[in-house]
């Protein structure tokens, strides 16, 4: 049942070697678009509405809310799309970071977006909730958090089956907002256009008395505040740099346009809602949004004889939005787990957020995102305010870093002549730190420092984790030494395989001193025992190999060429050997197979596998470093293979075995 139910729900597993596979699973633009604009256009559900909040009784300057709004856009999506261009592979501020600024900065861009995208999904489901529970009794209100909970779990299932998947079945949802929203920017500015003059009248007097009464800095305050508020409505622009690994060849112009596709529609959807609050004269009302209020003043009266048609409206409108911000969700679902792996491959993070499904997807990241989503949500109990409070802070941390690096590095190209690139960046600079100095006055107060200390938790984790595999690797350094002493060619010719004879096999990765290490440990606890000695290797498909056949070609060659130095040296101690391989993304399931095969031709062979074993066993060691080798073993002996783990130590004094006497007379 087990494996059947597996299959029903994620799918099932995707040939890694099929050129068609890494087609099916791109997306083109309209598809990314979705996966990933959606998480800026929904947030005109919430940015907007917190901006104009935030104006008080001052809505004149809504009219320069709006048209400041719409240049960030612009000049922000601007400045990504020339990350693009410069970081083809993705990865968006955390490469940018790495390679411009540092590795220190990286980890730090890298931490404050996953702390990002976790409340990117937490504010995306809660804030769709709002707008679910706009239309309902009060008493409903108690039901929320279940939704909520149930939303992610859902997500989290589509995702496990794969990217393409998840917003194929959430685009008709898109679509929708885009008419719905359509409907609401054209007829509501259409039906003021006779009032422009009476409506800038209006503004112009409300100018001329907050001179009168705030004084030009005192306005200035006001408007300071208002957008810096809003700048929720800024925080989805990163994610087409960042996941561009989905995009569909040519990935760059996949990359571009449908950052171009996202800037003009958060542009025109986030600064015209916030003209329209201004036109109908918008007020917040308690239990609503302000995209509620806006609904019932355009077309909540709508009758078309004895049917409110406006009402059917305004529900189905609230709908669509409440249904794109469970969408945007998916924002967090891409390119959460992304930034994870590319940050496991530099050992920030536990090696196994790199490791990717039989559906190739991500999935130990796509489940630590829902369940931090999931407690994020528990610890606020679904509270929009103080989700948006703690949510903007990251991405302009990440913005401004981004942004400096590539100005940095304009700023040393200058000397040829391109200015373009050092303007663009300078100006995205200037907003985003001015952004995040703004966002942090406001909100460190009223719950923002939150975010700044887990995000300095999450740092500082990261430095801890690295410094451990550092120490590791510096430690099994030293079994390097081996290869000083190995005989450097045969004195004759080596035995043919015989397969009735006994037979080590021994499961190996790269060519080095823990592999050689093994090898020499079976020599010497079974001296002349084995007539046979075979090498195999399981080439991992991982986040950083998964971008197409050919990647898959060179692993298959690297693994080859690894083995192939195993053969030769065990030929050169004059033992009969040959290698074995396979390719795949899961090491227990390639393995077992090929073993099983193995077994069948050398009825009389026994397994070994290499384990590191720790001084002080730790909770965190079986995180940071699999346990392959126990649980390989297992499966192989509940398939009545003998299997054997031989131990290598770590963070005390590595021996190096003495050579059997055997392989001395070799």
Known sequence: MRPRLKKLLYGSPRDVESPSTYHSISLIALLAWVGLGADGLSSSAYGPDEAFRALGQHTYLAIALALATTITVLVISLAYSQIIKRFPFGGGGYIVATELLGPRWGVVSGSALLVDYVLTISVSIASGADQVFSVLPLAAARWKLILEGAVICILILLNLRGVKESVTVLAPIFGLFLLTHAVLLVGGLGMHVHQVPAVASEVHRGFQTGLSTLGLMGMFGVFLRAYSMGAGTYTGIEAVSNGLQIMREPKVQTGRRTMTLMAISLAVTASGLLVLYLLFHARPVEGKTMNAVLLDAF???????????????????????????????????????????????????????????????????????????????????????????????????????????????????????????????????????????????????????????????????????????????????????????????????????????????????????????????IQKLFPGHFANMIFVSIGVIDAATMKGVQEVERLREQTKESLGSYVDLAHRFGLASESRMAIGTDVLDEGVELCSAIAAEFPRSVFFLGKLIFERERFFQRILHNETAYQLQRRLQFAGLDAMVLSVRVLEPLEVPQFPQTLHSA
Not at 307 to 324: K, N, R, W
Not at 357 to 368: A, E, P
Not at 471 to 484: F, K, P, T, Y
Request: glycine residues 12%; charged residues 10%.
């Open 299 to 521: 077309a909540g009266r709508w009758t078309i004889g004895q049917y409110h048609i406006g009402y059917s409206y305004v529900v189905l409108t609230l709908a669509a939005e409440a249904a794109l911000l469970f969408v945007a969700a998916q924002a967090g679902f891409i390119d959460g787990p992304r930034v994870m792996s590319s940050m496991a491959m530099d050992s920030w993070l536990p090696h196994r957020f790199a490791q990717l499904s039989s559906r190739l997807t991500i999935s130990n990241g796509v489940l630590l995102m829902g369940g931090a989503a999931l407690a994020t949500l528990l610890y606020t109990r679904g509270n929009l305010t103080a989700l948006v409070t703690m949510y903007s802070i990251n991405v302009f941390v990440t913005f401004s870093l981004s942004q400096l690096g590539m100005f940095r590095m304009w700023l040393r190209e200058r000397a040829s002549g391109r200015r373009r690139g050092l303007s663009i960046h300078g100006l995205a600079l200037a907003l985003c730190a001015g952004i995040l100095t703004g966002i942090i006055y406001e909100k460190f107060a009223l719950g923002g420092w939150v975010t700044i200390a887990v995000t300095g938790v999450v740092v500082m984790g990261c430095f801890m984790i690295r410094g451990h595999y550092q120490r590791v690797q510096l430690n099994l350094a030293r079994l390097n030494s081996i290869m000083e002493a190995l005989p450097s060619s045969a004195e004759s010719e080596s035995p043919p395989l015989n397969p009735k004879r006994p037979t080590a096999v021994l499961l190996v990765g790269g060519y080095g001193g823990m592999g050689v290490h093994a090898l020499l440990t």
